[in-house]
């Protein structure tokens, strides 16, 4: 048992660490194997994870109760799993507009292991709770992210790197999309089921954050 729960720690670390890097066999490892793309699905979730961390201090400054504080991150995890998936198969419909044709089924799940892991990057995303320079940080992860989407593409299932930008793209623009109209269709049920699990609406900024900070520290001065 302890024996494959360091094998596991190490095929994460590799494939999350490789990945960053642009390594082709992290990759072509996730395309091919379902366990490497379980791993990548446990990195996208833990990335969402990451990026709740920085919310997660408004949960704290409310001493909201652990169970929810730890709810709050899996659902944040969870909606990164989702993305990803929605990213993928997006990628895969648009596919037939360029010269490499349709994609098999088969390659619907390779796609979505090269996506998810390409989130390897967002793992630092709990960096993004940085008042000042947290928004340029969160959106060089993103930048990131997509590069790794092409490049995941190009080297795992072979698309031309035009292929592979294209696909990449309006996979990205099209779960984008999907993700915000669905996110205005369902605003409401969400924000409850938001704050049903996490007891806050989670809708504050670093910025906000410290503010409120120094009108407690010091209210004299804020009046």
């Given at each position: 048992?302890?024996?494959?729960?360091?094998?596991f720690l190490?095929?994460?670390?590799?494939?999350?660490?490789?990945?960053?890097?642009?390594?082709?066999?992290?990759f072509?490892?996730?395309?091919?194997?379902?366990?490497?793309?379980?791993?990548?699905?446990?990195?996208?979730?833990?990335a969402?994870?990451?990026?709740?961390?920085g919310?997660s201090?408004?949960?704290?400054?409310?001493?909201?109760?652990l169970?929810?504080?730890?709810?709050?991150?899996?659902?944040?995890?969870?909606?990164?799993?989702?993305?990803?998936?929605?990213?993928?198969l997006?990628?895969?419909?648009?596919?037939p507009?360029?010269?490499?044709g349709?994609?098999?089924?088969?390659?619907?799940?390779?796609a979505?292991?090269?996506?998810?892991?390409?989130?390897?990057?967002?793992?630092?995303?709990?960096?993004s709770?940085?008042?000042y320079?947290?928004?340029?940080l969160?959106?060089?992860?993103?930048?990131?992210a997509?590069?790794?989407?092409?490049?995941?593409?190009?080297?795992?299932?072979?698309?031309?790197?035009g292929?592979?930008?294209?696909?990449?793209?309006?996979?990205?623009?099209l779960?984008?999309?999907?993700?915000?109209?669905?996110?205005?269709?369902?605003?409401?049920?969400?924000?409850?089921?938001?704050?049903?699990?996490?007891?806050?609406?989670?809708?504050?900024?670093?910025?906000?954050?410290?503010?409120?900070?120094?009108k407690?520290?010091n209210?004299?001065?804020h009046?």
């Amino acid at each position: 048992m302890l024996a494959d729960l360091f094998a596991f720690l190490g095929l994460f670390f590799d494939l999350a660490w490789s990945a960053m890097w642009f390594g082709t066999s992290a990759f072509v490892r996730a395309a091919l194997s379902s366990e490497a793309r379980n791993t990548a699905l446990l990195i996208a979730f833990l990335a969402g994870v990451s990026e709740m961390t920085g919310q997660s201090v408004i949960l704290v400054i409310n001493r909201v109760p652990l169970y929810r504080f730890l709810a709050s991150l899996a659902f944040t995890g969870v909606t990164y799993i989702v993305t990803a998936i929605i990213w993928a198969l997006a990628t895969i419909i648009v596919a037939p507009l360029t010269r490499i044709g349709t994609l098999a089924p088969s390659e619907i799940a390779a796609a979505i292991g090269i996506i998810a892991l390409s989130f390897s990057p967002r793992l630092f995303a709990f960096l993004s709770l940085a008042p000042y320079f947290g928004v340029a940080l969160a959106n060089f992860l993103e930048a990131w992210a997509m590069a790794l989407v092409v490049f995941g593409l190009h080297v795992a299932l072979d698309m031309p790197v035009g292929a592979a930008l294209f696909c990449g793209s309006i996979g990205w623009l099209l779960s984008y999309g999907l993700r915000t109209y669905l996110g205005h269709l369902l605003a409401r049920p969400l924000g409850r089921l938001r704050v049903l699990i996490s007891g806050s609406a989670l809708d504050r900024t670093p910025a906000k954050i410290l503010d409120d900070l120094a009108k407690r520290i010091n209210p004299e001065r804020h009046s």
